[in-house]
């Protein structure tokens, strides 16, 4: 069983910046995908961006330039750093640790842009 425990959501004007963070109860270099999702009312949970096999780093469009993962494995720790925030980004963000064969999922975390 992975625990994972998400925090750095909040409200933010837009334009303005958050970093998420992610700790993970297990070593996070074995996960086969590891990153963020989010999901605003109404809507499925979609990707935003995520480290997938060993080198492989997949953003959504509509946040590239200005989102950034990254990861400290001596941590067992996942960021999400948001930039040039916008209204349509406010949905609850969860991180995700997968293997071949489970997901796991945490909380999730509000993020709340204001006009």
């Known amino acids: 069983q992975v625990q994972l425990v998400e925090s750095g959501g909040g409200l933010v004007q837009a334009g303005g910046s958050l970093r998420l963070s992610c700790k993970a109860s297990t070593d996070i270099s074995q996960a086969n995908r590891l990153g963020w999702y989010r999901q605003s009312p109404g809507s499925l949970r979609s990707l935003v961006a995520v480290f997938s096999g060993s080198d492989s780093t997949m953003y959504a469009d509509s946040v590239k330039g200005r989102f950034t993962i990254s990861r400290d494995s001596a941590k067992n720790m996942v960021y999400l750093q948001m930039t040039s925030l916008k209204p349509e980004d406010t949905a609850v963000y969860y991180c995700?640790?997968?293997?071949?064969?489970?997901?796991?999922w945490g909380q999730g975390t509000q993020v709340t842009v204001s006009s």
């Open positions: 995700l640790w997968a293997s071949l064969r489970f997901d796991y």
